[in-house]
């Protein structure tokens, strides 16, 4: 099989969202179509990927190098010997005279490739992106938490409660929202007011997006200690591992992290250096921002090396190909959004959630031509 | 003042070279200039950047986010309060909704625009960029050395003899080549010729570009142990902080590491875990691509904190602009190239070497304009 044309575009979120970190206004995504020479049940056979959210689109390094180097290669310099493109091979094509480390930016320009590979690949063996990666696995259902939370102008507290009660309505169990962006009797009384809103057995989990110093991460860990929160996430910035393990010491509240860490490298020297518990904190490394998952296949190796199990892995963001990771590579926990409306988020409105899992849909692929925004994300790069 | 326009473009380095770890055909670089409503002696006052090397240019991404923030917003947002523009308050602007972490690629664009506005504010009062940083320094002379040594098709170590010769009748006492692209045997080979062609007191480093797994690392620091190097760079990856611990702490020759790490976060962690010894290793963050001077300040004060004298300081390539940061920040010494035919190396041709010192340029700001290649990086962006 060749590839021969690579399509991309960028794509506004623009959301009135903010967080403790960033507004979200002039946040974009790319989309990104891989069309190969190869038809499958009388269409053309194209790989898709859609960002993930957070670190704006991707188009300008996937112009410069990424796509003109895969263009450029020869097919039997990425070919899976079975007629098929092999996404790790293309992966090493793609990242061909890069220098080690600096891992930002890049990540998620061939982790754009790299879901549209894996998309490919689903669709060339007429399975589900899950199944592809699973084989064995017979369940298309993963346990899923709804995010958000952000802070409001007015009425804050009242659209948040409404908010969590509309993801309530939506089947979902366990929930997340921001803090930090607030002053912390604030947000206690959007925690209070999300608990109180809570049925038996659901969850609420706090994020403060990695914006804490010392002193204000140490202070919230105790000022949040009292609430039975499923955990606190981003305490602290995201490569200041000494401070990961200073709050892990002393809290006994699960910590969860690693949404701004974009590599194995990085992924590692939390594992070595951050004190993060393995009974009880959450790793949340971004697949599509971390090159995909042939490095996520790398980073579950380091996981492993050091004793940790792959349940305690809840990705960050990533929609339906995050979804489909984690039921395909045996992952803990996806990510979905209370936020239904903005685009991001009808990416996965059309799977069902109910009691807290989603069954992922049974089309060939990620499952973005079911999705009910498919011709607003890949209109023009399709056809 | 207010910045009017910013134009950059991609200027293509194409070269043969090769190191342990990637070809340097398709290499390119950004040159940008920013360009003002303000005028001095006569001339539209414009803000001049050049790229540092080995990592791509940032058109894609200076033209998707840093540009656009700048040109949006409100010159109060960047002024420095006496009629300039402060790279220091510019700097945030460009970095507004931009996540922590992931430094690599954004660190590169926004050191460009940090470059050109340093540039502009020494301009601005008629000085030198390393006297407008450092006001009471009266001397423009810093060491230098000179980088080559990549490996060739054929004739290498002659070529390789010929390369040193001529930089050794260029004033330059030091030099560095490369190793880890060849067998040992043959990198054995090539520092033996180079070093026997050393005079007196010259010196040679070898640099093995974060290639090396654990034990070819730990056999090339054994190997080399019985040449008086003057460092051992980048033996390993450079994210792999025990890595670093392990053959600092089994060999006495030096380390010399950081240029593939992109952030005052990223130095911290080196620091910290990397076991680096202060008598005699080398830090080698390249001050264009980690965000430029204003990181790199924090990076100063990083270094502080962990007790190490800014003299350990040998900033990555960056040319002119780098080796202006060497003398107004006082950092030990700066990187040239063998390779003065190059585009690259051609900035700083002009530039006289004199026993291992270069003595900067009198002109006002970076120096552009008195360099022999100017119009070939800047024709079109100034005009």
Redesign the interface.
Known sequence: MRIVAIHER?IPLAMAARNA????????ASALAVHTDARRNGKPLIGLAFDSI????H???L???FIPRLLAAAPDAYDDGNGGIDPRRAWTVAM????????????GAVGLIDAALWDLAAKSSDQPLWKRLAPDREDAAIEVYASGGHYRASHDVEALRDEIRRAMAAGHRRFKIKIGGAALADDRRRTEAVLAALEPGMTLAVDG???FDRATALHYAEALSGYPLAWLEEPV??????LHREIAEQSAVPIATGE????A??A??LL??GGLRRDRDFLQFDIS?SYGIVEYERILECLEAFGWRRERCAPHAGHLFAMQAVAGLELGLAETTTDAQGLFGAVTSGVAVLDGRARLPDAAGTGFEASPVYRQIFDGLVN
């Open positions: 960028t970190s960033i507004g979200f206004a002039g946040m974009t957070g670190r704006y689109g188009g300008g390094l112009r410069e190098r061909m005279d890069e220098k080690p480390g600096g891992h930002g930016e890049r990540s997006n990695g914006t910035p995201p490569l200041d591992f000494e701004n860490l974009f590599s490298d990085d590692r020297n070595r250096y921002l």
